[in-house]
């Protein structure tokens, strides 16, 4: 699992070493790392002797980081500039990169856009303006010159430690911002790195160790990342004597007559997602086109059998359909089941809800869901709102609701009531087409039928992500939101990197969990 903190706890696993007198060694570290990823990086383009790099240098830790990174490279036969943005930057960096024979160059009024000219021109341009301790964005000729670079687009541009401008917690961005191909990051990650929009700046993620490793093992992650190992431990799998019924089995009432659709691909995508059986309840049209993909399913209109798990609200549309879902998920929270509410049904909530309801908005249905919420609903909540600092609006909403949130996008964040985040980010562009937030609906369906009654007293795999039973419930989601991204992605290379639609991403689902399967299966003891 990759675990991503906030700037504070980097800062604060780094005192310990700044009080001993260490803080150069720490800084010796960072900038051998940062050297070394540029060069590899540089390397993958042409030789390494001759090219050229320019390093943007703050006058903060970050620029000396960099300074020092740059005369590195110097000695390894690379050309470097750098383009000092303060009167004052550290001076043992600058003293041993002038050593090296790097050239300055000094950003003034006036002549930001012709810098930049200069950089973009350049093999690699190294980001050390802002470090994590940093407020705000830039200001000034750095913002001009960032602003200008932005337009040039350069044809490397490596982040020393996270793109300047970007917020090192919150994942706030505070334009401009030089996009990054590659941010090299000191100690641990960052969690601006891995939520929106600061993910979409930031390139590639390369971690390099400094030394406080050991004293982030012990601080509780801002956010955590599920990898292949934990995704693949988690899956549920049948046993020998496993039927239909012990395999899960799932109640949707998702589709209308208006969007029949939704209904059709969350069933047959939850089908294929692994749930033992089915139990289907909306409109006889729609149940014909639902039979029609899927026959394993059952049409159940009136009173579904019994259930592990829920999905509510795909698609729903119209007072018959809103009514089979409110009635649902009044039975659902009687009997304490779990329940998957997207769209329509968002407006169907109880006034607390369980943690293992998981609630699935994108940033619009959020924005309109905390609009209705008693401790939001006086301030306004826009989708650029959400956009712009979902990490703060997912928890937002997971604390009011005492649901689980899992929030759609580029990046997909999962928040349980508690305060734990999940971030995945697996899929591609692609994805976002019609009718995709409809499957990764059924895949976390099937997924919730399947474990609900074993995730309570799991000592395996849960247990071993260090997750109470009410985080387990988010864990289980972000291995939904996995799933999809990867399904999406393989998707789309079988299309040679091209468009794809929901139902070419459902129909990779059980390639994705196959893999994943055997790929447990080569590993475990």
């Known amino acids: 699992m990759i675990s991503a903190f906030t700037g504070q ?34 390397k993958t383009r042409r030789r390494l002797a001759g090219a050229s790099v320019t390093v943007l240098a703050g006058k903060g830790n970050n620029g000396g980081d960099g300074l020092f990174a740059a005369a ?74 960032i602003a200008s670079l932005q337009e040039l687009r350069p044809a490397l541009v490596v982040a020393c430690d996270l793109p300047s401008g970007l917020d090192a917690t919150t994942g706030e961005v505070h334009w401009p911002v ?8 000191f100690g641990g990650v960052k969690a601006g790195l891995m939520t929106d929009p600061g993910e979409g700046c930031s390139g590639r993620v390369q971690v390099v160790d400094i030394g406080i490793e050991e004293l982030l093992e012990s601080t509780r992650p801002e956010l955590r990342r599920l990898t292949s190992a934990e995704i693949s431990a988690v899956l549920p799998r049948p046993g020998r004597r496993a039927h239909k019924y012990t395999r899960g089995v799932l109640g949707v009432v998702a589709g209308s007559v208006r969007f029949a659709g939704a209904a059709v691909l969350g069933v047959h995508a939850a089908a294929l997602a692994g749930a033992g059986m089915v139990r289907y309840a909306g ?30 609200g795909s698609g729903v549309d119209g007072e018959e359909q809103l009514e089979r879902a409110r009635s649902a998920a009044a039975t659902a929270l009687a009997a304490d089941l779990p329940v998957v509410v997207d769209a329509g049904a968002l407006s169907l909530l109880p006034d607390h809800c369980p943690a293992h309801w998981i609630l699935t908005p994108h940033a619009g ?42 929030l759609k996008g580029a990046t997909t964040l999962v928040a349980s009531p508690s305060g734990v985040v999940f971030s995945q980010s697996e899929g591609t562009a692609w994805m976002a087409t019609a009718g995709s937030g409809d499957v990764l609906a059924g895949i976390l369906g099937a997924l919730l039928a399947q474990s609900a ?55 990779a689902i059980p390639r994705v969990i196959g893999s994943l399967s055997a790929e447990y299966d080569r590993t475990r003891p």
């Open 453 to 507: 009654e074993s995730i309570k007293d799991d000592d395996g795999a849960y247990a071993g992500l260090g997750l109470g039973v009410e985080d387990r419930w988010a864990a289980l989601a972000a291995v939904a939101a996995s799933l999809h991204g990867r399904a999406g992605s393989q998707a789309s290379e079988e299309f040679n990197g091209g468009p794809l639609t929901a139902s070419a991403i459902m129909s």
């Open 9 to 42: 706890q980097i800062r604060d696993a780094e005192q310990p070493y700044l009080d001993a007198g260490g803080g150069a060694v720490l800084m010796e570290r960072a900038a051998y790392g940062l050297a070394q990823a540029v060069a590899r990086e540089v």
């Open 283 to 312: 409109p006889q049209s729609v149940a014909q086109l639902v039979l029609a993909k899927t026959p394993e399913a059952l049409w159940e209109p009136e009173k579904p059998g019994r259930v592990q798990a829920w999905l509510l």
């Open 365 to 406: 249905e959020l924005a309109t869901l905390l609009g209705s919420l008693p401790s939001t609903g006086e301030v306004a909540v826009t989708r650029e709102d959400v956009e712009s600092r979902p990490l703060h609006w997912v928890r937002q909403a997971a604390e009011q609701t005492g649901a689980t949130v899992l």
């Open 178 to 185: 030089l996009d990054a191909d590659v941010t090299v990051t």
């Open 72 to 145: 590195l490279l110097a000695r390894r036969g690379m050309r470097t500039t750098a383009v000092l943005a303060a009167a004052e930057v550290h001076p043992e960096a600058l003293a041993a990169f002038k050593t090296a024979g790097g050239r300055t160059l000094y950003l003034e009024p006036g002549n930001a856009e012709e810098l930049a000219v200069v950089c973009a021109g350049n093999d690699v341009i190294i980001d050390a303006l802002l470090g994590t301790g940093a407020r705000g964005g830039l200001r000034g000729t750095s913002a001009e010159l």
